[in-house]
């Protein structure tokens, strides 16, 4: 149980393209949806975090006309990267969490990623 | 300095040998998971824990509250537990959030 779908898995496009990538939770409903950038070799960095029917919250220095999350669904958030130019080549992974309990953490389950290449 | 501290950065076993890779932390912590990231970077979630001990086949998790520290252990190691290991903590100020370790690559040769 607990899957999450990532897609694509890897994009290559030109300059000024705007990319969307893909989150869903398959066999749970996520309240909560975050999205992650990774740079080779070094940690996940947290971009924003949705919960469902809300606006995403960003985290600082995350540009959000640049990175566009959409949490329509409790199964679905998309992260939209708007006219993309090399510096946003990364890798970009989602996670996903059921509910929303204070008292008992639920954990977040990752997607596979998306690697993203700006040419 | 980093509130979770991972050590060894780098390690390599023989096939066979016991692994352990340690996590610690300075804040305080609702739970901490033990993610496993392969070489496409996909991240299988391997743990959650936030008192004791727990094992799922040859790994083996524990955590201890009062020193702050957690370790993962793998028993029997094999070349396809070859990944990328990170701890990563849910402070207990803020339950959305992760603050990850910088990772421990393992290598297991055969």
């Known amino acids: 149980g607990a899957v999450v779908s990532q897609h694509p898995s890897r994009v290559i496009c030109k300059s000024g393209t705007s990319v969307k990538i893909e989150c869903r939770s398959l066999d749970f409903q996520a309240t909560t949806m975050f999205w992650y950038r990774q740079f080779p070799k070094q940690s996940l960095m947290l971009m924003a975090t949705?919960?469902?029917?809300?606006?995403?919250?960003?985290e600082q220095g995350v540009e959000k006309d640049k990175f566009l999350i959409n949490h329509a669904s409790l199964t679905l958030s998309t992260l939209t990267v708007t006219s993309a130019h090399p510096e946003d080549s990364s890798f970009y992974i989602c996670s996903a969490r059921a509910g929303r309990a204070i008292e008992t953490y639920q954990p977040q389950h990752f997607g596979d990623g998306t690697r993203l290449s700006i040419l | 300095k980093n509130e979770v501290e991972q050590s060894p950065q780098n390690l390599t076993a023989q096939e066979g040998e016991f692994i352990t890779i340690n996590c610690s932390y300075s804040?305080?912590?609702?739970?901490l998971h033990w993610l496993q990231q392969h070489p496409g970077g996909g991240i299988v979630s391997l743990f959650m824990l936030s008192s004791g001990k727990k094992k799922h086949g040859r790994l083996i998790a524990t955590i201890n509250i009062q020193e702050k520290h957690s370790s993962l252990h793998i028993t029997a190691s094999h070349p396809r537990d070859s990944a990328v290991y990170i701890c990563?903590?849910?402070?207990?100020?803020?339950?959305?959030?992760?603050?990850f370790g910088t990772g421990t690559r393992l290598q297991v040769f055969p």
């Open positions: 990563a903590a849910i402070p207990s100020y803020n339950t959305d959030k992760l603050i």
């Open positions: 804040v305080g912590i609702s739970a």
């Open positions: 949705s919960n469902e029917g809300s606006k995403a919250t960003y």
